[in-house]
């Protein structure tokens, strides 16, 4: 028994309802492998600068790796487009059992790769190497559970918020539990006016090595010091460890504690769940707890953006709000900075709006009408904060590249506001975490600790999420990124080449953003993060601008980019990147502090801590 190859894609034009299926070039499945560097290569070969991420002419790919299906821990898929949000490129993936059926149902292919626009509302079904477009009939309108119920096999799906093209839409599976959450990708389907892709499609039968593989792996996660994190905590465990060293933004971004943590953390999930996603699983997944939405599974940033970023200090009101925007489609992280920004905006008499920090009620009824835009205020806060705070000339809730930021305050952990900055999606810590280590060393880390670990986290994190690796037990693979995995299916790499696969995978991303017009001068901060903090193990620290300078100067140089964040001729030639390059694609002048011969980067794996 051998393993199937992908070779393809399933090409979807929503304009014209044709489907053909269309083999990936060989050079491209070798250099990108899948997921997130696949993805990067469609994007940048066939969008010009400019479209319109709402437009037909944006692409949408639901793509998965060479190994899903087999890869320990849950299987994920990357839902990759241009942001609505930021403009810039999008990779956002999701976990649960749409991923498991994709990589069943289409055994040779990375996925689909969506473009054009309906002319009405449909669903997408993919089945035995097929897919086909159906009218969505009554399901335009409806919520992700009801959407799950009503469609066969493993759903993808948008909320009302997708379809009303909120800017921060997710892609719900799984009736709302696992989210392609940041970004907007959801947008993108409801302007494409496609509701739902169910896939009707078992997980693909592992070859004896692959088995053997996925055995010992689970086996080394389950000892392993973030399995045995993941395990007892899951990302809820992110509430604590945040609060505890002080980077827990709370009230809008007016705090880094949360008084009231404890009761919004891992004990207080503990006590309120009913079960565990996958309960014997060697990632357990998250706490199934009751809502009067039904289930939910709060995440570690749903609690902090949704509790602690709102004063709300009861489990079970932020666990209705988390429900709410799963339903809906919104999310978390967004949507709860948008409720901060309200809140703060109606207490300086910006806005006039009865909304208040720790009122869950208000909050609720916020989310809906920006999932909706029924009101001014919902439908301004529907395009982002920045679109709020040029409206109505108010505002300190912070984004970069538009993208509103998750919880942990950068002035605790200088790292993280070079990973926040130079994040290609934007405002982002999931491409770099240096906080899980920073924290607790923080005077004794140097302007050289922070660029390696950047830099060498979002090369790793590129690789592994070309093969679409799951973020908790793909930690296992960060010593070889997945070269042993590789050959169990015939593909030849060593980790040498895996990370300058990653490091080629983020150039590229790169060079889409600066064909989109983004320089250096998108790669900052607010000035919010210059004020002290005002409590806490970090209080009175602050992101110093000239020091935050300094380090962005030593990241292009590590990185091989000019001093305006362009990669430069020589580190373009020198990842393979040449060839593509096209004129609208402006490249950096090298200079005495670019270092062309690449970046020296090789991050220690993390530990423990997740959101």
């Known amino acids: 028994m051998s393993s199937p190859v992908r070779r393809d894609v399933i090409r979807v034009d929503l304009s014209t309802g044709t489907v053909a299926r269309e083999r990936v070039p060989q050079d491209w499945r070798r250099e990108f492998l899948g997921g997130k560097g696949l993805g990067a290569r469609y994007l940048y070969d066939e969008l010009d600068a400019g479209t319109d991420p709402l437009g037909p002419d944006n692409l949408l790919a639901l793509f998965i790796g060479p190994l899903s299906g087999y890869l320990p821990g849950e299987s994920r898929y990357a839902a990759v487009t241009k942001s609505p949000l930021t403009g810039a490129f999008l990779d956002s993936y999701s976990g649960g059992s749409f991923a498991d059926a994709l990589a069943g149902a289409l055994p040779e292919a990375f996925g689909l790769l969506i473009a054009g626009s309906a002319a009405a509302p449909v669903t997408l079904t993919v089945r035995d190497g097929e897919a086909t477009l159906d ?41 709302g539990d696992h989210h392609a959450g940041r970004g907007g990708a959801g947008a993108v389907m409801g302007a494409k006016r496609l509701k739902a892709v169910a896939v009707d499609g078992d997980p693909p039968d592992p070859t004896p090595a692959l088995a053997a593989l996925r055995e ?20 809820v465990e992110s509430v604590d460890f945040a609060n505890e060293v002080g980077v827990l933004s709370t009230r809008g971004w007016q705090g880094g504690q949360f008084d009231d943590a404890g009761d919004i953390g891992v004990e207080a999930a503990h006590e309120a769940a009913t ?49 709410t925007c799963d339903l809906l489609g919104m999310d978390a992280i967004s949507a709860g900075n948008a409720v901060a920004w309200a809140m703060r905006a109606a207490d300086a008499s910006a806005i006039d709006a009865d909304i208040d920090f720790g009122d869950a009620d208000a909050a609720e009824r916020l989310l809906e009408t920006i999932a909706a835009r ?23 809730v912070p984004t970069v590249k538009s993208m509103e930021l998750p919880a942990y305050d950068p002035r ?37 600790d922070r ?58 991303v790169r060079l889409f953003n600066v064909r989109e017009g983004f320089d250096r001068t998108d790669d900052s901060l607010p000035e919010l993060f210059e004020e002290p903090l005002p409590d806490g193990p970090a209080a009175g620290r602050t992101v110093d601008r000239d020091a935050f300078e300094t380090m962005l100067d030593a990241y292009y140089a590590a990185r091989g980019w000019s001093a305006d964040g362009r990669p430069t001729a020589a580190t373009v030639e020198r990842l393979g990147l040449a060839p593509l390059v096209d004129d609208e694609t402006p490249l950096g002048a090298p200079s005495a502090a670019t270092a062309d011969d690449g970046a020296d980067s090789d991050p220690d794996r993390p530990q423990g801590h997740r959101s």
């Open 135 to 175: 009218d969505a009939g009554d399901l335009w309108g409806a919520d992700a559970a009801a959407v799950d119920d009503a469609l066969d096999g493993s759903v993808a799906c948008i909320g009302p918020a997708g379809e009303n093209e909120v800017a921060y839409a997710t892609i719900a599976s799984d009736g």
């Open 216 to 235: 010992q792996y689970d086996a080394a996660y389950r000892d392993d010091d973030t399995g045995r994190w993941q395990a007892a905590g899951e990302t």
């Open 275 to 323: 079960e565990r996603e996958n309960e014997d699983d060697a990632v357990p997944g998250g706490f199934r707890v009751d809502t009067d939405d039904g289930e939910s599974v709060p995440r570690g940033g749903t609690l902090m953006s949704l509790g602690a970023g709102l004063g709300v200090d009861d489990f079970g009101a932020v666990a209705h709000l988390g429900a």
């Open 374 to 396: 029924s009101t001014d205020l919902g439908d301004t806060l529907a395009d982002g904060v920045d679109v709020a705070r040029e409206r109505y000339g108010a505002g300190v």
């Open 412 to 448: 605790g952990a200088a790292g993280m506001a070079l990973a926040y900055a130079t994040s290609d999606r934007g405002g982002c810590h999931r491409r770099a975490r240096p906080v899980e280590r920073e924290a607790f060393a923080r005077d004794e880390w140097t302007t050289a």
């Open 451 to 508: 660029v390696a670990t950047v830099v060498g986290a979002q090369n790793v994190r590129s690789t592994l999420w070309s093969l679409v690796v799951d973020d908790f037990a793909g930690e296992t693979m960060w010593e070889d990124l997945g070269a042993e995995w590789l050959e169990a299916v015939g593909l030849d790499y060593d980790r040498e080449s895996l990370a300058t696969l990653g490091e080629r995978v983020w150039t590229l």
